[in-house]
Every structure is written in structure tokens, then in C-alpha cells.
């Protein structure tokens, strides 16, 4: 049994499109044919007496109209989903599915460690864990395709509630050999006489450093730049330079012994925040919340 016996078939595929952003990609997704599609979506049309989508040359665009039915539609799959699954007993704290959003930084240790401790006692709770940018993560909370998410200092978003927030200071990282590995702190300007490893432009850690420089008038140049979390630290544990990381993403690391991880000194540097996410309005399964309460346990 699936939530489908629960879900209208017209919102179903409503929300495919909503997804894909073309009658086409959706019908290939539903195993339909795209005619079945449109009848779906023009009989929810003459039903609301509203048109849900703006039809571009680019594909669909969702109308006002259409933003309140797809937040709607939803919760509706998400909650008919947990009753489903309720019903049939494959749900409660015995079994169930975790999906998790996360920047990058999180989903290389922290996650996966706090994962492994969570099954040791509910070992049928199966999790699939997605790292992806800031925006990517709260847009997969806002579908509904993951049921946590976790990123880093985002701007107010419609539909999403904030389970937690934390502070998470840039941290630099280096090896325990490094000249500047037996201070309490560092600051940027510390930082230019070395070597540095950093995130690619335009990343949330790499704007913030970027911001930092032209305040204090640093002309930083790093030796290497990398979208990779763990080639970046595997760097500064082999002695190649300093990287700049929140704690978090360092504290289970394999290298963690071979590593000195100190603040960093800086107005921007220090005003990070990591928030846990999940959809508004949503009555989170007994797995999900479970977790969720392990998480934010955790990081306190």
C-alpha cells in the first residue's frame, strides 16, 4: 500500500509538474502519457476556476494561485504517507525512512556518525542523506522530497520551520605541526603569510572570507580551491596549508588528531549560524521526529 490510495491522482500530478516544470518530464516520471497529464491539471483548473501554471516557452510556471495548491498538495502527500505507513505498521520508531538535506560540510562526518548511533538502537530506520548547496536544501524540505534539512545562515523562507540554529564560527584548520597550531585563535590577516586551501567562489564559507579580506584590505590568494570538503582538510592534515571550515565539519573527521582547529578572529567569520529545517505545518513520522531530536540534542 502507498499514499496514492489516499492522494488525488489530480494532485499527484500536479505536484510532478510542479517538480519537473513540463507536462512531458512529468508524464515520463508517472509512466503516463503527457494527455493524461494535462486532463489532470485542466480538471483541477475548471474545479478551482483558477489558472495553477503560467505556460512559458521554458516549461510551467506555478501562478499565485498555484503556490497555495502546491504547498497544499504537499503536506496532503507527506501526511497520507505517514498514516499509510502507520496503518500498515511499517512505520512507528520501528521502521521507517529518514530523508536528509545537508550542506556538505555536515554530510561528510557529523551525519553519517550520528546516523550510525541512531540505528544502533532503532536499526529499522533507514536514512538517505543528500548533500547539496543552501538553496538546493531548503528548496527539497519546501517539496517535501527530504523531511530534514541543514544549511547554513539562509534568509527567512516561506513554508519552512526552523527546528534549531545554532552559531558556527569559521574555524581555521591546519595541521599540528603548523607554525600558528599552538595559538588560541587566529585572525585573516595571520592567515595571508600562509598557504591557504578554500571553498570555490560563490559558496556560502568562501563569500563570507571574501567579505572579511575586502574590510580589512587583504589580498588573500589561496594555493588551492576545491568543491571537495575532504580533499581541502586532507590538505591541511598532509601539511600543505590552512583551511577554513566550521567545527562541525572537522570534529569527526578521520584526520581529527593530525588537526589543530582554532577560531577564527573575525567579525564575519564568527556571525555564521547552521539551522535545521523542515516544511512548515507537517506532522513529522515517528523515525523523522525521533532523529530530529537526536540532532538537535546534538548540537546543543
Not at 512559458?56 to 497520507?80: I, N
Not at 538502537?121 to 538553496?135: D, M, Q, T, V
Not at 523542515?278 to 540532532?295: D, I, N, Q, S, Y
Request: glycine letters at 8%; one cysteine or more.
Amino acid at each position: 500500500m502507498t499514499e496514492r490510495v489516499l492522494v488525488d491522482s489530480a494532485l499527484r500530478y500536479f505536484l510532478a509538474v510542479v517538480r519537473y516544470g513540463s507536462i512531458n518530464k512529468a508524464s515520463v516520471q508517472l509512466h503516463v502519457a503527457p494527455s493524461a497529464v494535462s486532463r489532470q491539471i485542466a480538471r483541477l483548473e475548471a474545479e478551482l476556476g483558477s489558472q495553477l501554471f503560467e505556460r512559458t516557452k521554458t516549461g510551467m510556471r506555478l501562478s499565485a494561485s498555484g503556490e497555495l495548491l502546491a504547498d497544499h498538495a504537499r503536506k496532503a502527500r507527506l501526511e497520507a504517507l505517514r498514516v499509510v505507513n502507520e496503518i500498515t505498521g511499517l512505520e512507528g520508531i520501528q521502521k521507517g525512512m529518514v530523508r536528509i538535506a545537508s550542506i556538505e560540510g555536515l554530510a561528510t562526518y557529523f551525519l553519517p556518525q550520528l546516523i550510525s548511533r541512531f540505528r544502533e538502537r532503532y536499526s529499522g530506520i533507514h536514512f538517505e542523506l543528500i548533500a547539496c548547496s543552501n538553496s538546493n536544501v531548503t528548496r527539497r524540505v519546501q517539496e517535501g522530497v527530504a523531511d530534514i534539512g541543514l544549511t547554513l545562515t539562509p534568509p527567512p523562507m516561506r513554508g519552512i520551520r526552523v527546528e534549531k540554529r545554532i552559531m558556527a564560527p569559521v574555524h581555521a584548520v591546519m595541521s599540528i605541526d603548523h607554525p600558528l597550531a599552538s595559538k588560541r585563535q587566529v585572525t585573516l590577516a595571520q592567515l595571508a603569510g600562509y598557504p591557504l586551501g578554500l571553498p570555490q567562489e560563490n559558496t556560502n564559507l568562501r563569500n563570507l572570507f571574501d567579505i572579511a579580506c575586502s574590510r580589512q584590505g587583504l589580498l588573500i590568494e589561496p594555493v588551492l580551491v576545491s568543491n571537495y570538503v575532504n580533499a581541502l582538510i586532507a590538505f591541511s592534515a598532509s601539511g600543505g596549508g590552512v583551511t577554513l571550515f566550521g567545527e562541525l565539519s572537522v570534529r569527526h573527521h578521520s584526520y581529527r588528531e593530525r588537526l589543530a582547529v582554532l577560531p577564527v578572529k573575525d567579525r564575519e567569520m564568527s556571525s555564521r549560524t547552521i539551522e535545521v529545517q523542515t516544511l512548515a505545518g507537517r506532522t513529522l513520522p515517528k523515525g523523522v521526529a525521533a532523529f530530529l531530536e537526536m540532532l538537535c540534542q546534538e548540537l546543543d
